[in-house]
């Protein structure tokens, strides 16, 4: 009920009154805006034109050119983390979201589940009277949570949104996207051959939603979490956008920086005597070699080539992203909305080093522990931004986007992973245009400053739950006073055990990497910078202030216990990964699935990465029997099992660099078992699983070889374990998209993860389908 019933109840109907007012929904207060958030991803201040970048984003430029410019608004460092305090206004840590959602680990801090006391700004204003919608990237939901067997209450649906249009992990191939709508799987509504790209798909769909709202109440007041793919891996874009910058970073990732900087300053972003931090800025031994930068002059004539195009491909997506935004901000305007609708225009983390010292074709293979290597990535040059490659550019260009400042993504301790861009944009409500605001804040202050520009005030009590407190405060004060001092006193950071902390103009910062496997917390060195004084964090000052690093330290650990941030992590990415959530295997060791069900999510699919497995599918086969019988993955790494003209085959493809294959004829009629039996009996050097592979029909041995297999990831794009079909991108180039099952009939497919072999297995699951 909005309020208890305040009508009157007699014996007689003619003697009673109703209270239609008890029952109908909450109305918004009387001209409260709508609000868009649009938030994309992996993008440093350094990077859109706005700030002075060479990105053109013709719709963020329009907005900033009449609304406000952030110089240092912070975030976390990583998706996942920032998107939760976008939804709850409490801290990474205290939402249980202290790393990406596939990292969960199952500690207060980790586990990836939000608490109920933390209640999501949706809730709030969707009970206080408005329509609530998330487009695009959620990176949110629990990855124990992802599978269709799951309880929804932490997917969208559950935390206040009444419409959902996206992909629920933390990245997709944006030429074939794993989608849901609500709480279901859809197949993409169009191919990429017929102009599909997700950031064209989602401003349609974000426009409907809108649309739909507004027709049948069209005073009701809207909020929209709107989500681009952009501007993570993979970067894919139109020919025509790539094409837009070719030659523009022909300069080189060094030069870039030097030329940024004086734009920034020019534009008053930064301070006047704001300096540039080393490229590579990390003590000796400090830094994974994965991290660390190429000197541009010291790369051949085809490395500089290859790292440019890189620039190029992402800086096309970026700017398509935008336009596709602009039809929304078109629509907007042309409804008359755009007035009193609240626009936040940002990104969630600074500019990916995930591409590696070489540039990535593929980034699954950062995510397996596997190194690029320029020689296959040259071979690609011309596909880069295609359904053909899985991009991401070197970390050259993460250090050039993320300028002034140190490193980039993943590092919370220095700004290149925590300050970003944002643009508020609210014409009924901001008068200044086209101004910058330098206060101090960070991406905990968004809920608040929605929720006060809105008129709601955070409840004490959301759905029978006494609330924490937020954690940030209402950035509203700066939106009419470019001189009002920051209301902001303190902000921690933490991410993958690199540490920092914000007081009243001051910073502390450990030296420390992601995965570097070191420990030694407690006697940890700290640096100091005076932000104040120094944006870019240039000036090591812990020497001449070592009474206020020792009280800086204390106060981080302080704010880390009160925020769940123990127990610190910083172990290899392998030894990292064994601590991420995995779904308990059943009792026998089996799983079974059906033809025509929901695809079944990595982290919920029988285990087959790094460890032996076996798979028998029932198959009811005729003489033209042709399709995909189990998938999982893509054509950048994944494997399939599937017929086609005649011949059963076996598909391991090894992250997209080799297509390993077994091959026989596939049996003509009848019913059968076909299957594979995959030994691992040791590792390679970069922890892939090595051992023969067996292709099976009934009991018979009938194709084996020696294979390699994956150990980390398929996919983090959520492309799934499927059966009687391979939905999204092909994971063999022998097939297009789907290949579906056709002319005979599967029957189930069982994965084995136990030890038993083979041909004990398949005794036993023939002797099951006899007494079917």
Same mark, same amino acid.
């Given at each position: 009920m909005a309020r208890p019933f305040e009508g009157t109840i007699a014996l007689d109907i003619r003697k009673s009154k109703p209270d239609w007012d008890a029952y109908l929904e909450r109305r918004a207060p009387e001209g409260a805006p709508n609000v868009l958030v649009i938030l994309y991803d992996d993008t440093g201040q350094a990077c859109w034109s706005p700030y002075g970048g060479r990105v053109e984003m013709p719709t963020l430029d329009r907005l900033a050119k009449n609304g406000l410019i952030y110089t240092q608004w912070h975030t976390t460092a990583v998706c996942s983390p920032t998107r939760s305090c976008f939804l709850t206004g409490r801290n990474h840590h205290a939402n249980g979201f202290g790393t990406i959602a596939e990292s969960a680990v199952g500690f207060p801090g980790y586990a990836g589940h939000i608490p109920l006391e933390n209640a999501t700004m949706a809730t709030i204003l969707r009970d206080a009277g408005w329509s609530t919608f998330w487009i695009g990237k959620n990176h949110n939901v629990p990855v124990d949570a992802f599978d269709m067997g799951s309880s929804k209450k932490r997917w969208p649906l559950g935390l206040g949104y009444d419409r959902f249009y996206g992909f629920i992990g933390g990245e997709t191939n944006q030429w074939y996207p794993e989608l849901i709508e609500d709480n279901h799987f859809v197949e993409q509504p169009y191919q990429p051959e017929d102009g599909y790209h997700f950031s064209r798909d989602i401003a349609d769909k974000a426009i409907t939603f809108i649309r739909d709202?507004? =027709?049948?109440?069209?005073?009701?007041?809207?909020?929209?979490?709107?989500?681009?793919?952009?501007?993570?891996?993979?970067?894919?874009?139109? =020919?025509?956008?790539?094409?837009?910058?070719?030659?523009?970073?022909?300069?080189?990732?060094?030069?870039?920086?030097?030329?940024?900087?004086?734009?920034?300053?020019?534009?008053?972003?930064?301070?006047?005597?704001?300096?540039?931090?080393?490229?590579?800025?990390?003590?000796?031994?400090?830094?994974?070699?994965?991290?660390?930068?190429?000197?541009?002059?010291?790369?051949?004539?085809?490395?500089?080539?290859?790292?440019?195009?890189?620039?190029?491909?992402?800086?096309?997506?970026?700017? #398509?992203?935008?336009?596709?935004?602009?039809?929304?901000?078109?629509?907007?305007?042309?409804?008359?909305?755009?007035?009193?609708?609240?626009?936040?225009?940002?990104?969630?983390?600074?500019?990916?080093?995930?591409?590696?010292?070489?540039?990535?074709?593929?980034?699954n293979l950062f995510f397996n522990s596997y190194p690029d290597d320029i020689k296959r990535n040259l071979d690609m040059l011309d596909r880069l931004g295609s359904p053909d490659t899985y991009n991401h550019y070197p970390t050259g260009w993460a250090v050039a986007f993320s300028t002034p400042y140190r490193m980039f993504k993943r590092y919370s301790s220095y700004a290149g992973g925590t300050c970003d861009p944002l643009i508020i944009h609210w014409p009924k409500g901001i008068k200044a245009k086209g101004e910058a605001r330098h206060q101090y804040h960070h991406c905990v202050d968004i809920v608040p400053t929605i929720l006060d520009c809105c008129g709601v005030p955070m409840p004490e009590v959301v759905d029978?739950?006494? *609330?924490?407190?937020?954690?940030?405060? $209402?950035?509203?004060?700066?939106?009419?006073? @470019?001189?009002?001092?920051?209301?902001?006193?303190?902000?921690?950071? %933490?991410?993958?055990?690199?540490?920092?902390?914000?007081?009243?103009?001051?910073?502390?910062?450990?030296?420390?990497?992601?995965?570097?496997?070191?420990?030694?917390?407690?006697?940890?060195?700290? =640096?100091?910078?005076?932000?104040?004084?120094?944006?870019?964090?240039?000036?090591?000052?812990?020497?001449?202030?070592? &009474?206020?690093?020792?009280?800086?330290?204390?106060?981080?650990?302080?704010?880390?216990?009160?925020?769940?941030?123990?127990?610190?992590?910083?172990?290899?990415?392998?030894?990292?990964?064994?601590?991420?959530?995995?779904?308990?295997?059943?009792?026998?060791?089996?799983?079974? #699935?059906?033809?025509?069900?929901?695809?079944?999510?990595?982290?919920?699919?029988?285990?087959?990465?790094?460890?032996?497995?076996?798979?028998?599918?029932?198959?009811?086969? @005729?003489?033209?029997?042709?399709?995909?019988?189990?998938?999982?993955?893509?054509?950048?790494?994944?494997?399939?099992?599937?017929?086609? &003209?005649?011949?059963?085959?076996?598909?391991?493809?090894?992250?997209?660099?080799?297509?390993?294959?077994?091959?026989?004829?596939?049996?003509?009629?009848?019913?059968?078992?076909?299957?594979?039996?995959?030994?691992? %009996?040791?590792?390679? *050097?970069?922890?892939?699983?090595?051992?023969?592979?067996?292709?099976?029909?009934?009991?018979?041995?009938?194709?084996?070889?020696?294979?390699?297999? *994956? $150990?980390?990831?398929?996919?983090?794009?959520?492309?799934?374990?499927?059966?009687?079909?391979? $939905?999204?991108?092909?994971?063999?180039?022998?097939?297009?998209?789907?290949?579906?099952?056709?002319?005979?009939?599967?029957?189930?497919?069982?994965f084995d993860v136990a030890d038993d072999v083979y041909l004990d297995v398949e005794q036993r699951f023939a002797a099951a389908i006899a007494r079917d």
């Open positions: 709202a507004r =027709q049948s109440q069209p005073d009701k007041p809207w909020y929209m979490w709107y989500c681009p793919g952009a501007n993570h891996a993979p970067h894919h874009a139109p =020919q025509e956008y790539i094409d837009k910058y070719k030659g523009k970073f022909d300069d080189g990732y060094e030069a870039y920086r030097e030329w940024v900087l004086k734009r920034m300053i020019e534009r008053g972003i930064l301070p006047a005597d704001t300096q540039l931090t080393p490229l590579n800025p990390m003590s000796a031994g400090k830094c994974p070699e994965a991290d660390l930068v190429r000197p541009w002059e010291t790369l051949s004539e085809d490395e500089k080539r290859l790292f440019c195009r890189m620039a190029e491909v992402f800086a096309g997506f970026s700017e #398509y992203t935008d336009v596709q935004v602009g039809r929304l901000i078109d629509y907007l305007d042309e409804s008359g909305q755009l007035d009193n609708t609240l626009v936040l225009y940002c990104a969630d983390n600074g500019a990916s080093g995930e591409g590696s010292p070489n540039g990535s074709v593929n980034e029978g739950v006494k *609330q924490s407190p937020l954690a940030g405060v $209402s950035m509203r004060y700066s939106f009419d006073n @470019a001189d009002a001092p920051t209301a902001k006193e303190t902000q921690y950071y %933490e991410m993958l055990s690199t540490r920092g902390i914000w007081h009243e103009g001051w910073k502390a910062a450990t030296e420390h990497a992601p995965f570097v496997d070191e420990g030694g917390f407690q006697n940890e060195t700290w =640096q100091l910078f005076h932000v104040d004084e120094d944006r870019s964090e240039s000036r090591d000052l812990a020497a001449q202030h070592p &009474d206020k690093v020792k009280a800086l330290a204390e106060l981080w650990l302080s704010e880390a216990q009160k925020n769940n941030v123990l127990p610190l992590n910083d172990l290899g990415l392998v030894a990292f990964r064994e601590l991420e959530y995995k779904v308990r295997a059943p009792a026998t060791g089996r799983y079974v #699935y059906y033809p025509g069900t929901t695809e079944v999510p990595e982290a919920s699919a029988a285990r087959t990465l790094g460890s032996s497995f076996k798979i028998l599918a029932e198959v009811e086969f @005729a003489p033209d029997s042709q399709g995909v019988i189990v998938a999982q993955g893509s054509r950048f790494g994944g494997y399939t099992l599937f017929v086609k &003209d005649g011949d059963l085959k076996f598909v391991f493809n090894f992250l997209g660099m080799e297509e390993q294959h077994l091959s026989t004829a596939a049996p003509t009629e009848g019913r059968h078992i076909v299957g594979v039996d995959f030994r691992r %009996e040791n590792f390679g *050097q970069f922890h892939e699983g090595l051992g023969p592979m067996e292709l099976y029909v009934d009991d018979q041995v009938a194709a084996e070889g020696q294979f390699r297999t *994956q $150990s980390g990831h398929y996919s983090l794009a959520g492309e799934g374990l499927c059966v009687g079909r391979d $939905s999204g991108d092909a994971v063999s180039s022998s097939y297009k998209s789907q290949f579906p099952f056709s002319a005979g009939t599967i029957l189930k497919v069982v």
